[in-house]
Antibody, heavy 117, light 108 residues
Framework: QVQLVESGGGVVQPGRSLRLSCAAS????????MHWVRQAPGKGLEWVAI????????YHADSVKGRFTISRDNSKNTLYLQMSSLRTEDTAVYSC??????????WGQGTMVTVSS | EIVLTQSPGTLSLSPGERATLSCRAS???????LAWYQQKPGQAPRLLIY???SRATGIPDRFSGSGSGTDFTLTISRLEPKDFAVYYC?????????FGGGTKVEIK
């Protein structure tokens, strides 16, 4: 079935780096733009980044620009989020999502990132 | 950046009642680019409506979306116990994609 599974979350100190992965299955990964969205504990949804189906268009939210980088490997059906210079306010559940009809139709369950000293 | 403002913040209703949720955009949004999601505690968001009024796969017809320009509405015609959740609107005219702050529909 169509599925997205995130991994790579954990507890990290401020200023350190972390790389998240999102493994896609059940659909033609290379045919879809993909997004990262995060949700801080008890808060709403915050969009993080988008990458086009072929990786030629990339856009990051201002809150993470210059610190986070979205990428993909279509040969491995995997989406990535490289996070550096992490801050306590980056603490959140990070989810990947597939774009269709200018909406996010398939979501992973998310991976928790906790930035704390 | 297009800012989406959802109201009310919390809606207290009983099962069987009608729920009307509002999403107002800071500038005009083509209906093609407006979506609604449902999120329950500990779960990923679920796409309900895209293109302002088209139901996603498997979404029951008690959920309907409408609106244009800067004002959009999600209506749940008769609330069922499983519908009590948080609802978000989202626009994606161009980057950045943005979400509204959410409306919690709680049992009265």
């Amino acid at each position: 079935q169509v599925q997205l599974v995130e991994s790579g979350g954990g507890v990290v100190q401020p200023g350190r780096s972390l790389r998240l992965s999102c493994a896609a299955s059940g659909f033609t990964f290379s045919g879809y733009a993909m997004h990262w969205v995060r949700q801080a504990p008890g808060k709403g949804l915050e969009w993080v980044a988008i990458i086009s189906y072929d990786g030629t268009y990339i856009y990051h939210a201002d809150s993470v620009k210059g610190r986070f980088t979205i990428s993909r490997d279509n040969s491995k059906n995997t989406l990535y989020l490289q996070m550096s210079s992490l801050r306590t306010e980056d603490t959140a559940v990070y989810s990947c999502a597939r774009e269709q009809w200018r909406a996010l139709d398939i979501w992973g369950q998310g991976t928790m990132v906790t930035v704390s000293s | 950046e297009i800012v989406l403002t959802q109201s009310p913040g919390t809606l207290s209703l009983s099962p069987g009642e009608r729920a009307t949720l509002s999403c107002r955009a800071s500038q005009s949004v083509s209906s093609t680019y407006l979506a609604w999601y449902q999120q329950k505690p500990g779960q990923a968001p679920r796409l309900l409506i895209y293109g302002a009024s088209s139901r996603a796969t498997g979404i029951p017809d008690r959920f309907s979306g409408s609106g244009s320009g800067t004002d959009f509405t999600l209506t749940i015609s008769r609330l069922e116990p499983k519908d009590f959740a948080v609802y978000y609107c989202q626009q994606y005219v161009s980057s950045p994609l943005t979400f509204g702050g959410g409306t919690k529909v709680e049992i009265k």
